[in-house]
């Protein structure tokens, strides 16, 4: 079943689903997320911080480990989340932050988490109305109980990348090596494969089609019955890989620690090169 929803649907879905909640995840590296969502945001939608809510503090886990629980869920609850809701998550696009906040939910015990395809910007292109003040809600109940997916450790990743198939998103430049523009270390997991976002995503900020993203895939020697882990710089982009898969009938678990917590111990080989 497909984890995405349009915005004409979303549309309507908002005027006839009671149980759906909408949750504003537009994100930035620099910290621009509450910005942006002051620019506008979907009616009613609240605010979820990635860096605070989404993830916890940088350090040895990396830039953007898991959460608390306890913190994601006081943050959720603040943002009117029930144990029965729907909730749909969006940022500026192309879905990076929606796709780490669909992989979390989903992760804390969240089963119906659906990401609005070309966020905020597919939105505004279908006619929706966006506002700029901020929304208050009424408390949410949900409790949540994690672990509902696998995330890896480094350890994982490393095994993934021997038995099964390893999937690095980022740029090819940083894969090989050659460019390293947040972490002080250059290079990749060695045995991993490279299929960078821009490769699962159209010009505006969508998904491409199930059976375009299965053809990429496969060409890494990826189908659904593979074991698959994705990774990238600090889990973010990595999670848009698991979402890619997932449209493309492949279930996939997520280094969350990436590249930034795998540098952290020198004693973990470095790749370089295709």
């Not at 729907?86 to 500026?92: C, G, P, R």
Request: proline share 7%; charged share 20%.
């Amino acid at each position: 079943m497909s984890a995405l929803i349009s915005a004409t649907d979303l549309q309507h879905e908002m005027l006839d689903n009671p149980k759906l909640v909408v949750l504003d995840v537009q994100y930035t590296l620099d910290g621009q997320g509450p910005a942006l969502y002051a620019d506008g945001h979907v009616p009613g939608a609240p605010f979820v911080d990635l860096d605070s809510v989404l993830a916890g503090p940088a350090g040895e886990g990396g830039r953007h480990p898991l959460p608390d629980v306890a913190t994601l869920q006081a943050g959720l609850q603040t943002a009117g989340v029930m144990t029965d809701s729907v909730v749909v998550v969006y940022d500026q696009g192309p879905s990076l932050g929606a796709a780490r906040a669909w992989w979390v939910l989903r992760w804390a015990g969240i089963e119906e988490v659906l990401v609005l395809d070309g966020g905020l910007a597919a939105w505004r292109a279908a006619g929706g109305a966006v506002d700029t003040d901020p929304v208050e809600t009424e408390p949410g109940d949900v409790v949540l109980d994690p672990d509902q997916l696998v995330a890896l450790d480094a350890e994982d990743a490393a095994a993934t990348a021997r038995l099964g198939v390893l999937v690095d998103a980022r740029t090819p430049e940083r894969f090989r090596g050659e460019s390293e523009p947040i972490d002080p270390v250059a290079g990749h997991i060695p045995g991993a494969v490279n299929v960078p976002m821009a490769d699962l995503a159209t010009d505006d900020g969508r998904l491409r089609p199930g059976r375009e993203l299965r053809e990429r895939f496969a060409r890494e020697g990826i189908d659904e019955v593979t074991v698959v882990g994705t990774y990238c710089g600090s889990g973010i982009t990595a999670a848009h890989t698991a979402l890619a898969l997932h449209e493309a009938g492949v279930e996939a678990d997520v280094y969350v620690g990436s590249w930034s917590e795998w540098i952290t111990d020198s004693s973990r080989p470095v790749a370089t090169g295709d």
